[in-house]
Protein backbone atom coordinates (compact mmCIF):
# COMPACT_ATOMS: atom_id res chain seq x y z
CA UNK A 1 0.00 0.00 0.00
CA UNK A 2 1.60 3.64 -1.34
CA UNK A 3 1.00 5.97 1.45
CA UNK A 4 2.91 9.74 1.21
CA UNK A 5 2.20 12.53 3.64
CA UNK A 6 3.36 15.92 2.76
CA UNK A 7 3.64 17.77 6.23
CA UNK A 8 5.22 20.83 7.79
CA UNK A 9 9.30 21.14 9.18
CA UNK A 10 11.42 23.55 8.83
CA UNK A 11 15.70 24.06 9.32
CA UNK A 12 15.04 20.72 10.61
CA UNK A 13 13.35 18.54 8.36
CA UNK A 14 12.75 15.23 11.28
CA UNK A 15 10.53 17.95 13.55
CA UNK A 16 6.99 17.97 11.58
CA UNK A 17 5.50 20.83 13.53
CA UNK A 18 1.54 21.79 12.04
CA UNK A 19 -0.80 20.98 14.17
CA UNK A 20 -3.07 19.75 11.47
CA UNK A 21 -0.27 17.08 10.03
CA UNK A 22 -0.03 16.04 13.81
CA UNK A 23 -3.89 15.08 13.98
CA UNK A 24 -3.23 13.24 10.66
CA UNK A 25 -0.03 11.62 11.69
CA UNK A 26 -1.79 10.34 14.83
CA UNK A 27 -4.82 9.32 12.76
CA UNK A 28 -2.78 7.25 10.64
CA UNK A 29 -0.63 5.85 13.61
CA UNK A 30 -4.23 4.84 15.02
CA UNK A 31 -5.51 3.02 11.73
CA UNK A 32 -1.80 1.26 11.91
CA UNK A 33 -0.92 2.61 8.71
CA UNK A 34 2.37 3.97 7.41
CA UNK A 35 2.93 6.65 5.43
CA UNK A 36 6.17 7.82 3.73
CA UNK A 37 7.09 11.65 5.44
CA UNK A 38 7.55 13.96 2.75
CA UNK A 39 8.89 17.13 4.44
CA UNK A 40 7.59 20.23 2.98
CA UNK A 41 8.40 24.03 3.41
CA UNK A 42 6.23 27.23 3.52
CA UNK A 43 8.33 28.08 0.54
CA UNK A 44 7.42 24.77 -1.69
CA UNK A 45 4.29 25.43 -2.75
CA UNK A 46 4.90 23.97 -6.12
CA UNK A 47 5.45 20.81 -4.98
CA UNK A 48 1.60 20.49 -3.81
CA UNK A 49 0.16 22.76 -6.40
CA UNK A 50 -0.32 19.88 -8.59
CA UNK A 51 -2.40 17.98 -6.21
CA UNK A 52 -4.74 20.93 -5.79
CA UNK A 53 -3.28 22.23 -2.39
CA UNK A 54 -1.68 25.29 -1.07
CA UNK A 55 -1.78 24.00 2.17
CA UNK A 56 -0.02 20.72 3.80
CA UNK A 57 -1.33 18.08 5.39
CA UNK A 58 -1.82 16.67 1.85
CA UNK A 59 -1.72 12.88 1.54
CA UNK A 60 -0.97 10.63 -1.56
CA UNK A 61 -2.73 7.38 -1.62
CA UNK A 62 -1.37 5.34 -4.16
CA UNK A 63 -0.78 8.74 -5.79
CA UNK A 64 -4.58 10.32 -5.48
CA UNK A 65 -4.61 13.40 -3.43
CA UNK A 66 -6.18 13.63 -0.32
CA UNK A 67 -6.20 17.21 1.15
CA UNK A 68 -6.81 18.52 4.39
CA UNK A 69 -6.46 17.01 7.77
CA UNK A 70 -10.82 16.59 8.14
CA UNK A 71 -11.22 15.18 5.21
CA UNK A 72 -8.27 12.83 5.33
CA UNK A 73 -9.23 11.77 8.77
CA UNK A 74 -12.78 10.80 6.74
CA UNK A 75 -10.88 8.96 3.44
CA UNK A 76 -9.04 6.84 5.74
CA UNK A 77 -11.88 6.01 8.16
CA UNK A 78 -13.81 4.82 4.65
CA UNK A 79 -11.03 2.88 2.85
CA UNK A 80 -9.53 1.22 5.82
CA UNK A 81 -12.76 0.13 7.63
CA UNK A 82 -11.23 -2.78 9.05
CA UNK A 83 -8.24 -0.95 10.52
CA UNK A 84 -9.18 0.62 14.64
CA UNK A 85 -11.88 3.11 13.76
CA UNK A 86 -11.05 6.94 14.10
CA UNK A 87 -15.14 7.88 15.46
CA UNK A 88 -16.71 5.13 16.67
CA UNK A 89 -19.77 5.42 14.40
CA UNK A 90 -21.57 7.60 12.32
CA UNK A 91 -22.33 9.70 15.97
CA UNK A 92 -18.72 9.74 17.12
CA UNK A 93 -17.84 11.23 13.34
CA UNK A 94 -20.25 13.91 13.37
CA UNK A 95 -19.02 14.71 16.85
CA UNK A 96 -15.48 14.87 16.26
CA UNK A 97 -16.69 17.78 13.23
CA UNK A 98 -17.46 20.12 15.67
CA UNK A 99 -14.25 19.05 18.12
CA UNK A 100 -12.87 19.67 14.91
CA UNK A 101 -14.26 23.42 14.23
CA UNK A 102 -13.14 23.79 18.32
CA UNK A 103 -9.79 22.35 17.85
CA UNK A 104 -9.47 25.21 15.15
CA UNK A 105 -10.78 27.82 17.13
CA UNK A 106 -10.30 27.48 20.43
CA UNK A 107 -7.17 25.49 20.79
CA UNK A 108 -4.85 26.25 17.50
CA UNK A 109 -6.69 29.55 17.62
CA UNK A 110 -6.11 29.96 21.72
CA UNK A 111 -2.15 28.96 21.28
CA UNK A 112 -1.37 30.93 18.18
CA UNK A 113 -0.40 34.38 20.35
CA UNK A 114 1.27 32.17 22.88
CA UNK A 115 4.10 30.95 20.73
CA UNK A 116 3.25 32.68 17.08
CA UNK A 117 7.18 34.57 17.79
CA UNK A 118 9.08 31.38 18.39
CA UNK A 119 7.71 29.80 15.38
CA UNK A 120 10.37 32.06 12.72
CA UNK A 121 12.99 30.78 15.26
CA UNK A 122 12.45 26.99 13.63
CA UNK A 123 11.92 28.41 9.80
CA UNK A 124 14.96 29.09 7.23
CA UNK A 125 15.14 33.17 6.38
CA UNK A 126 12.85 32.45 3.33
CA UNK A 127 9.94 30.29 5.16
CA UNK A 128 10.41 32.68 8.19
CA UNK A 129 10.12 36.29 6.10
CA UNK A 130 7.12 34.38 4.20
CA UNK A 131 5.52 33.64 7.83
CA UNK A 132 6.05 36.91 9.32
CA UNK A 133 4.52 38.84 6.34
CA UNK A 134 1.91 36.29 6.08
CA UNK A 135 0.46 36.22 9.85
CA UNK A 136 1.30 39.90 10.44
CA UNK A 137 -0.25 41.09 7.56
CA UNK A 138 -3.55 38.43 8.69
CA UNK A 139 -2.95 39.93 12.59
CA UNK A 140 -2.29 44.00 11.81
CA UNK A 141 1.09 43.44 13.95
CA UNK A 142 4.09 42.13 14.62
CA UNK A 143 4.28 38.82 15.69
CA UNK A 144 6.41 40.19 18.85
CA UNK A 145 3.77 42.52 19.31
CA UNK A 146 0.67 39.67 19.17
CA UNK A 147 3.15 37.61 21.32
CA UNK A 148 3.38 40.45 24.63
CA UNK A 149 0.86 39.22 26.71
CA UNK A 150 1.56 35.72 26.70
CA UNK A 151 1.95 35.31 30.15
CA UNK A 152 -1.81 36.60 30.95
CA UNK A 153 -3.15 34.96 27.79
CA UNK A 154 -1.66 31.65 28.89
CA UNK A 155 -4.31 32.20 31.85
CA UNK A 156 -7.19 32.52 29.59
CA UNK A 157 -6.03 29.61 27.38
CA UNK A 158 -6.11 27.25 30.70
CA UNK A 159 -9.65 28.36 31.30
CA UNK A 160 -11.03 27.46 28.14
CA UNK A 161 -9.69 24.02 28.47
CA UNK A 162 -12.40 23.67 31.13
CA UNK A 163 -14.36 21.69 29.19
CA UNK A 164 -11.46 19.20 29.38
CA UNK A 165 -11.18 18.82 32.40
CA UNK A 166 -15.38 18.57 33.02
CA UNK A 167 -14.91 15.37 30.90
CA UNK A 168 -11.69 13.88 32.29
CA UNK A 169 -14.06 13.67 35.78
CA UNK A 170 -15.40 10.48 34.27
CA UNK A 171 -13.49 9.35 31.53
CA UNK A 172 -10.17 9.45 30.42
CA UNK A 173 -9.79 10.77 26.86
CA UNK A 174 -12.41 13.11 24.93
CA UNK A 175 -13.46 9.40 22.64
CA UNK A 176 -14.18 7.35 25.72
CA UNK A 177 -11.99 4.96 27.51
CA UNK A 178 -9.57 4.72 24.92
CA UNK A 179 -8.48 8.01 22.56
CA UNK A 180 -9.96 8.51 19.27
CA UNK A 181 -9.94 11.24 16.15
CA UNK A 182 -11.82 13.80 18.75
CA UNK A 183 -8.09 13.70 21.18
CA UNK A 184 -6.18 13.92 17.86
CA UNK A 185 -7.72 16.80 16.72
CA UNK A 186 -7.06 18.59 20.12
CA UNK A 187 -3.51 16.71 20.77
CA UNK A 188 -2.07 18.48 17.47
CA UNK A 189 -2.48 21.54 18.73
CA UNK A 190 -0.61 20.63 21.79
CA UNK A 191 1.88 18.66 19.61
CA UNK A 192 2.77 21.78 17.87
CA UNK A 193 3.35 23.85 20.62
CA UNK A 194 5.67 21.68 21.78
CA UNK A 195 8.00 21.32 18.69
CA UNK A 196 8.24 24.92 18.19
CA UNK A 197 8.07 26.98 21.17
CA UNK A 198 9.78 26.13 25.03
CA UNK A 199 6.61 28.17 26.23
CA UNK A 200 4.98 26.18 29.23
CA UNK A 201 1.16 25.92 27.76
CA UNK A 202 0.15 23.71 30.84
CA UNK A 203 0.83 23.07 34.67
CA UNK A 204 1.88 19.69 35.85
CA UNK A 205 -1.11 19.30 37.78
CA UNK A 206 -3.54 20.40 35.23
CA UNK A 207 -5.61 16.81 34.06
CA UNK A 208 -5.26 18.27 30.83
CA UNK A 209 -1.40 17.56 31.27
CA UNK A 210 -1.82 14.23 32.40
CA UNK A 211 -3.78 13.56 29.16
CA UNK A 212 -1.44 15.21 26.92
CA UNK A 213 1.27 13.01 28.37
CA UNK A 214 -1.11 9.75 27.74
CA UNK A 215 -0.93 10.83 23.97
CA UNK A 216 2.43 11.75 23.97
CA UNK A 217 3.13 7.87 25.28
CA UNK A 218 0.68 6.93 22.35
CA UNK A 219 1.83 4.46 19.74
CA UNK A 220 5.42 3.70 20.87
CA UNK A 221 5.64 7.46 21.96
CA UNK A 222 6.03 8.61 18.78
CA UNK A 223 4.88 12.55 19.68
CA UNK A 224 6.97 12.03 22.61
CA UNK A 225 9.89 10.81 20.63
CA UNK A 226 8.88 13.66 17.75
CA UNK A 227 11.94 16.86 18.48
CA UNK A 228 10.77 18.96 20.41
CA UNK A 229 10.48 20.78 23.83
CA UNK A 230 10.58 19.15 27.15
CA UNK A 231 7.33 21.59 28.44
N1 LIG B 1 -8.00 23.20 7.39
C1 LIG B 1 -6.68 22.74 7.02
C2 LIG B 1 -5.64 23.73 7.50
C3 LIG B 1 -4.24 23.38 6.97
C4 LIG B 1 -3.24 24.52 7.21
O1 LIG B 1 -3.59 25.66 7.47
N2 LIG B 1 -1.95 24.16 7.10
C5 LIG B 1 -0.90 25.14 7.26
C6 LIG B 1 0.24 24.59 8.07
S1 LIG B 1 -0.17 24.54 9.77
C7 LIG B 1 -0.33 25.48 5.89
O2 LIG B 1 -0.11 24.60 5.09
N3 LIG B 1 -0.07 26.76 5.62
C8 LIG B 1 0.50 27.17 4.38
C9 LIG B 1 0.66 28.66 4.32
O3 LIG B 1 0.41 29.34 5.31
O4 LIG B 1 1.09 29.12 3.26
C10 LIG B 1 -6.47 21.32 7.59
O5 LIG B 1 -7.14 20.97 8.58
O6 LIG B 1 -5.68 20.56 7.01
Redesign the pocket.
Known sequence: MSLKLYE?VGTDASRP?????W??RMALAHKGLTAESLP?R?SE?SAIAPHG?????VLLHHDKPV??????ANYLEDNFPDRPSLFGGEGGRAMARMI?AWG?IAI?GGIFPLIIADIPKNLADADAA??RQ??EARFGKRLEEIMASRDTGVVAFRKSLEVLRQTFKTQPFIGGSAPDYADYIVFGGFQ?ARVVSPFTLLEPDDPVYAWREKLLDAFGGMARKSPGYAV
Not at 17 to 21: G, K, M, N
Open positions: LFSPFCRTWFKSERVPVDSWTINDVYFSRW
